[in-house]
């Protein structure tokens, strides 16, 4: 299962009924899908994931606006 026009590539092995699916996504979601989707596959009795998310995680530091002293008396 290689998926066109994407930058993910999910591979898909078969041996025996055991379906062993590798590659990398985005989203854990579609890791998940992957998997429903093999499982489906007539003949497929057990399916092995092991596609890795690829993580995209962005940091910024908060904005932090310099308190009034007024803002800090009871």
Excluded: C, W
Excluded at 13 to 25: F, I, K, P, Q, S
Excluded at 29 to 50: C, I, L, M, T
């Amino acid at each position: 299962m290689v998926s066109r026009g994407s930058p993910h590539k999910v591979i898909a092995e078969a041996d025996a009924g055991v379906v062993t699916l590798r590659g990398v996504v985005d989203q854990a979601y579609q890791k998940s899908y992957a998997e429903a989707v093999a499982r489906r596959v007539p003949g497929v009795v057990d399916v092995r994931n092991n596609i890795t998310i690829r993580f995209s995680v962005e940091f910024s530091r908060p904005t932090l606006q310099p308190s009034s002293p007024t803002s800090l008396r009871r």
